[in-house]
């Protein structure tokens, strides 16, 4: 594959030094871009687009055909996993995914198996290896997966919730049940992001969407320990260079120090937390990316240049940095509100790096 010619997010990922701020947006491919609009309007579906590995690598690229990015991330979705194990992905229009066959009988958690990526996800390492070549070493590709515990969220509940009602039922009522969910989640994550990394991924992220909701105890035990179980298993060396891994709590501020004592080279940071702060709590044990609050993009170019100055300005000199956002982009966003946020970034970083 061809030599990167931009390694900026690898090396600040690692906390090596950089000359600037490298900044990508969590779902800087969707709904805000017209282009994306189009292409998904063309697949007939959001899960046909997913499945389709010309189309996938086609919406990746599109952001960075506009913006001056640092990196692509696979376009996909964390349900495809759930999906592969046999409980029936769909989505209804304006209420997003749902599973056929949700995990609510103990003879179906208990037969729940991980799937072998290679043979049931094929789709997305064909993307991946196919957005790779189309890169042809422009900028690094992201992997990712969704975290243990967002995807038994999911599986149990069958659908997106606002209390977790089933889930957090069983994880009191038969934390055994959820255990077992968990492991083979964490086996099937394992596997999944290795055969991306194996496909050419060269950094990975875990989405863990609704560890947040938990307590502090369950949050260790039931989200916590299972990221760090993915974390033991995954590949760190393809292609001659490290492959830095990022794990992301939504709600998760309250733990920051565990988090970064697992294993990863970075957190990724919601706009909950400040990030001068969240840099002085771990120190140097892991880089930092985030965390601009998606609704500073609603606000206009201004805004955006000013929350971007703010938030430079609050993590300080040196590298260990990633700019992102502190969650996906709003589909309401203005592209040139996200074209002024990024070139402020560029234009403002290198200072910090002098």
Known sequence: MSALKNDTLLRALLREPVAYTPVWLMRQAGRYLPEY??????????????????????VTLQPLARFALDAAILFSDILTVPDAMGLGLYFVEGEGPRFERPLREEWAIRDLRAPDPVAHLGYVLDAVRQIRRALDGAVPLIGFSGSPYTLACYMVEGESSSDFRHTKTLLYRRPDLL????????????????????????????????????????????????????LDGLKREREGRRVPSV?????????????AAIGCDALGLDWSVDLGSARRRVGDKVALQGNLDPAVLLGGAQAAESEAARLLAAYGQGSGHVFNLGHGISQYTVPENVSALVDAVRRLSPAYHA
């Open 247 to 259: 794990i992301f709590t939504k709600g998760g501020s309250l733990w920051l120090e565990d988090m």
């Open 37 to 58: 609009n189009a292409t998904r309007a063309r697949a007939g579906s959001f899960l046909a687009l997913c499945r389709n590995p010309d189309l996938a690598t086609e």
């Open 179 to 230: 255990h077992r969910i968990l492991e083979v989640n964490a086996r099937a994550v394992t596997d999944y992001l290795n055969a991306q990394i194996e496909a050419g991924a060269q950094a990975v992220m875990i989405f863990d969407t609704w560890g947040g909701a938990l307590t502090p105890h369950a949050y260790r035990e039931f989200s916590l320990a299972y990221m760090g179980r993915v």
